[in-house]
């Protein structure tokens, strides 16, 4: 089996066994411009095409003003035309002093991003939203919940708004990132510069660290982690 099968097979029996898609689903596809965001648009577009369930996919692109992390949007909009998927391009800022009130760059940056894809997937009429975090981003996240903040949480496979008729999704959690990095090499994704100046060792690249000597001590970590987060319901949130 090729690694593009593997993770085609990956990727949908993801849907499947969390019910992520819907028949009649619009679906907004939440596009950085890094691997794992393009991968599953590709994924997501290639599989609407099958029409049972039947959905429609659209992408949305956030940029800062404030934030010197460049993209390259004639890139993604050519990789969007290929793919037939139509993408919203959207310009914003953060105010990083609001009202003397100081928060880290990275959460402020983060919130908007996800108030500007909020508020879009809405006035599109969409049903879903879909993230590109693959397996290793949401062990990454129990860890570091579980060491930092002392609970064992992660970012769910599903999880539905309260506030507002949207559902998340993350299809790719059954993929590893290794095999998304390789599949992104063979497809010859464009990388995107990213020199973001906030960018910093954080808690993140710890758990990614404590990650690896964990797999390090013991190959079946990253299933029994999974195992643990799925006992416990933590994959799937109403």
Not at 114 to 123: T, V
């Amino acid at each position: 089996m090729t690694l593009d099968e593997r993770l085609w097979k990956t990727f949908n029996k993801a849907l499947g066994l969390f019910q992520l898609i819907d028949e009649d689903d619009r679906i907004l596809v939440g596009l950085s411009g890094g691997k794992d965001s393009l991968c599953l648009l590709e994924f997501l577009a290639r599989r609407s095409l099958i029409r049972v369930p039947h959905f429609t996919v659209e992408a949305a692109h956030i940029r800062m003003e404030n934030v010197h992390y460049e993209t390259d949007t004639t890139y993604l909009q050519s990789f969007c035309d290929r793919l037939g998927v139509p993408l919203h391009v959207i310009t914003t800022r953060f105010d990083d002093n609001k009202e003397g009130k100081s928060k880290p760059a990275c959460f402020l940056c983060s919130w908007q991003r996800r108030k500007q894809l909020f508020n879009l997937a809405q006035e599109l009429g969409c049903t879903k939203i879909a993230l590109g975090h693959h397996q290793d981003d949401i062990i990454h996240t129990a860890l570091m919940n579980l060491t930092f903040q002392g609970h064992f949480s992660t970012m769910p496979v599903k999880l539905r708004m309260r506030k507002m008729p949207l559902t998340i999704i993350r299809p790719l959690c059954l993929c590893h990132e290794d095999d998304i990095r390789t599949y992104a090499e063979q497809q010859h994704y464009e990388k995107q510069l990213a020199l973001c100046p906030h960018e910093r060792v954080t808690n993140r690249t710890t758990a990614q660290q404590l990650f690896t000597h964990m797999q390090q001590l013991n190959p079946e970590a990253r299933y029994n982690i999974w195992s643990a987060l799925e006992a416990e319901g933590k994959l799937i949130e109403y």
